[in-house]
């Protein structure tokens, strides 16, 4: 099938990859422009651009799709399917209606729950026990198509987004090519219209952790914001960023230290198993605490 692919950052490579493996035909893949990045601030391309390229890929990077000019370009590359997939640019109707089979999106959630930009972190954060895949047929609203094909994977206690985010980027491939394969065959399912969540953006306002909150809900903040962009505290003027945590048993006044790096809460306690001091490199809580002495309260 002659597909164009759309996608931005490392959760959608291996979605491309997994599309060149199974014989399609990569009529031309966008991504977003090239960003300033690193110390330097040279512009750097996107892992889908960078990954492109190394497979020879023709790549074109429009800061928008709502130009006329955008609407001929994508149409004569006459694609069977467009594959979308964390892109991050919003498909007008013409892009929409180009390709003869439209367009499937791969998106992270189990819609309608979880519609929008940050399904895997929110699906954490609210302490739901499992989310998943959805192959849907996009539409001109937000995550509202309808779903082909859908997988189901839990979340565990203790999983971080970092971790999901993987396990979700390897079933999306799978699940898109199986999709692909028997297109003709899916009958489209429409969202039901109860039980629609909106997966707002991470703001990094929101990382800071807040100990007056009961410990399950730290321990799922913490879990949800890692490995981006990293929840927070204060430990003497220097910034923590916790990486995993537990909720367990404790009770003192929310941020003191009860050992090790075990804090009460608003209600129990968490216990922190990875994090990173500034200028580190990401470390179990034993390492973090060998010439790092610990103030009685964290803030």
């Known amino acids: ?46 892992p889908v651009h960078a990954r492109a390229e190394e497979l020879g890929l023709m790549v074109r990077h429009p800061k928008t799709l709502r130009t006329e000019e955008q609407d001929v370009a994508f149409a004569s590359l006459d694609p069977d399917v467009a594959v979308v997939v964390a892109y991050g640019l919003i498909l007008p109707r013409q892009i929409l209606e180009a390709p003869c089979r439209g367009c499937l999106n791969i998106h992270a959630s189990l819609l309608p729950r979880w519609r929008g930009a940050a399904p895997i972190h929110r699906a954490i954060m609210a302490g739901d026990t499992e989310t998943g895949v959805c192959i849907m047929r996009m539409e001109e609203g937000l995550d509202t198509g309808p779903v082909l094909l859908r997988e189901a994977t839990p979340i565990g206690p203790e999983d971080t987004t970092g971790e999901l985010h993987d396990r979700l980027s390897a079933m999306g491939a799978r699940l898109i090519v199986e999709a692909l394969e028997k297109l003709r065959d899916l009958p489209p399912q429409d969202q039901p219209g109860d039980g629609v969540t909106y997966a707002a953006k991470i703001d990094k306002a929101e990382a800071r952790v807040d100990w007056t909150r009961p410990a399950p809900e730290v321990a799922r903040h913490i879990n949800g914001l890692s490995p981006f962009p990293g929840a927070w505290c204060d430990v003497a003027g220097e910034r923590l960023k916790l990486l995993r945590a537990r909720a367990v048993e404790g009770t003192a006044a929310p941020g003191t230290v009860l050992g090790g790096l075990t804090v009460a809460c608003g209600e129990g306690a968490v216990e922190i198993l990875e994090a990173q001091r500034q200028g580190k490199r990401p470390m179990r809580a034993t390492e973090i605490l060998r010439g790092f002495p610990l103030p009685e309260r964290l803030g």
């Open 1 to 46: 099938m002659r597909v164009t692919f759309m996608g931005t950052p490392d959760f959608s490579v291996p979605v491309l990859d997994a599309l060149v493996a199974a014989g399609h035909e990569i009529a031309c893949v966008y991504t977003q422009p090239p960003r300033p990045a690193g110390r330097g601030k040279k512009d750097r391309p996107t």
